[in-house]
């Protein structure tokens, strides 16, 4: 790296220097700093330790750098940054707790190299070449360092997800099957009480195309929705691969649920996270039927074109229970509506006007005014509608219904392409 003055990398190599004869005092000051700033660092003597041999390690690397001029492509993170970021994971301590401590830990380093430069009582450009270039390696360093700690600490997150939930996951299938329960012992150790109000959340991640954090986002987003919801407790949370989990939320004595507010969450969190939700149920009998709905409507929701960011069972009940089989759902519904099922503009149009109609009672009124559209408009809708699928809309023709509602919810899956 050319320096901006011909002895500012000589300069730093004096600071390197100095400050590495008090390496030991340097390293202790900043890993008591990081542990006085970042409560979440605190508590496990083990992680401790191995935080403070990565700070040593990291110091002792960077005077390195410093010190003989060292490219930083020819670095390699210390081995102890990297195992204490595992440990980090396995304990469930936040990543932005690590970042954290990268970022305070270069500023408290940075005092002890800008106090030793001072002492050099240099001319100001040769300080100020040497600051720039101190600061520009120092921060070049950090960023390599924690992009690869960042890697290593997902990595093994999900690892550790696997491997802690492999047993809880057979106890969890065991209960799906039906297998005779002893709550007394399932509740210690699934961690989890079975004798309450539970909801039952399938989320996934379509594709997987970040390096393999998919679970610990999966876990993210679950613990949110819990939190959201004001659970009590910490939800269970089951993996089933690298980009799908199954979910329950601990409702307590009550089992009531603002879906609007938990898809109000999942709005204002990862983009990519997809989520679908059973009906609330109690007891044992309810943690099984609450999932059976939620996989039921994740399989729902995965066939839809385009794909819903949250379902809950509630809403698509219906639809959820008959569509076993896509190709025959299909058929029914060009049967049912004939022409109608085209996937155009117009016929969307006049699909969404037959379903608001026989939701307000086939009163062409109701329907204008839920559309914002004049009376007449909605008549000749109607009309258009009947004329294309030969057969009237009116009350009781419920397999007309269902054919709307599905449509309005698998969307292009369902319908026939425009005729060119």
């Not at 935080?51 to 081995?79: C, M, Q, R, W, Y």
């Not at 507010?261 to 109690?282: F, K, N």
């Not at 005014?369 to 258009?384: D, E, G």
Request: glycine share 6%.
């Amino acid at each position: 790296m050319a320096a901006e003055h011909p002895e500012a990398a000589q300069q730093l190599s004096v600071v390197a220097e100095n400050v590495g004869s008090h390496l030991p005092e340097v390293s202790r000051d900043v890993g008591a700093y990081l542990l006085a700033e970042i409560p979440e660092l605190r508590g496990d003597a083990t992680v401790i330790k191995i935080l403070l041999a990565s700070v040593a390690e990291n110091v002792a690397t960077l005077l390195h750098v410093f010190e003989n001029d060292i490219p930083l492509e020819k670095v390699e993170g210390p081995a102890a940054a990297l195992e204490y970021s595992r440990r980090l994971a396995q304990r469930g301590i936040p990543l932005s707790a690590m970042i954290r401590a990268y970022r305070l830990g270069h500023w408290r380093f940075l005092q002890w190299c800008l106090d030793e430069l001072k002492k050099l009582d240099a001319d100001d450009g040769i300080s100020t070449a040497t600051s720039r270039r101190m600061l520009q390696v120092s921060f070049g360093y950090i960023d390599q360092v924690t992009e690869h700690v960042i890697l290593v600490y997902q990595h093994e997150r999900d690892n550790w997800l696997l491997s802690q939930t492999a047993a809880r996951a057979a106890r969890v299938r065991d209960i799906l099957a039906e297998n005779d329960v002893d709550l007394n012992w399932a509740e210690p150790y699934l961690g989890y009480r079975l004798r309450q109000h539970h909801l039952g959340l399938v989320a996934w991640l379509p594709t997987l195309t970040d390096g393999g954090e998919g679970l610990a986002r999966l876990h993210r987003i679950t613990d949110e929705i819990a939190h959201g919801l004001a659970c009590s407790a910490r939800p269970l949370f089951v993996p089933r691969d690298a980009v799908l989990a199954w979910a329950w939320l601990p409702l307590g004595s009550h089992g009531g649920v603002s879906f609007e507010r938990l898809s109000q969450v999942l709005e204002r969190s990862d983009p990519a996270i997809y989520v679908c939700a059973g009906e609330a149920g109690c007891g044992v009998e309810g943690f099984r039927s609450t999932h059976r709905q939620a996989v039921r409507t994740q399989e729902l929701a995965s066939a839809a074109d385009p794909m819903p960011r949250f379902t809950d069972f509630s809403a698509v009940a219906p639809i959820a229970l008959m569509a076993a089989n896509i190709d025959d759902m299909r058929a029914w519904v060009w049967s049912t509506l004939g022409p109608l099922a085209i996937d155009d503009e117009n016929s969307t149009r006049l699909r969404e006007t037959a379903l608001l109609f026989l939701d307000n009672g086939c009163s062409y009124t109701a329907t204008a005014s839920a559309q914002i559209l004049h009376k007449n408009t909605v008549q000749y809708r109607i009309r258009k509608a009947e004329e294309i699928m030969g057969h009237p809309v009116q009350p009781g023709h419920t397999d007309l219904e269902i054919a709307l509602r599905a449509v309005r919810y698998l969307g292009s899956t369902l319908l026939r392409t425009p005729p060119s």
